[in-house]
């Protein structure tokens, strides 16, 4: 088992935002790149095969949110994925807020 503050050499804070709900995708960078030896990172950039929130990335990884906030910073900044979106606005409606806690909710329970 390895702790989750060797994945992130002790950081606690992304240099990037990464809010829960932001969508993740991944960039021909992260689909070219070989991850082997790298299964925890090979891990989140497959979960972002698809556009994928924060909380589901999580999720797929098995790894604490804080954790995955930090590599997800680290491979935004490489180039290996991309913010598409974050889903919610000051103008997002109660149904899309809705929406994202359950999702948000669903990704957390099955970490």
Known sequence: MVRPYALTSGRTRSSVDLPVEAIIEQTDSGRER????????????????SRTSVAE???????????VRVLLGDLVEQGHVRIAATTLTDASSR?????????????????
């Open 34 to 49: 070989d991850w082997n030896g790298q299964s925890q990172l090979g891990t989140i950039v497959a979960a972002c095969a």
């Open 57 to 67: 990335i999580s999720a797929a990884a098995k790894l604490p949110l804080g954790v």
């Open 95 to 111: 149904d899309v807020r809705q929406d994202l806690i359950e999702r948000t909710l669903r990704g957390l329970r099955a970490i």
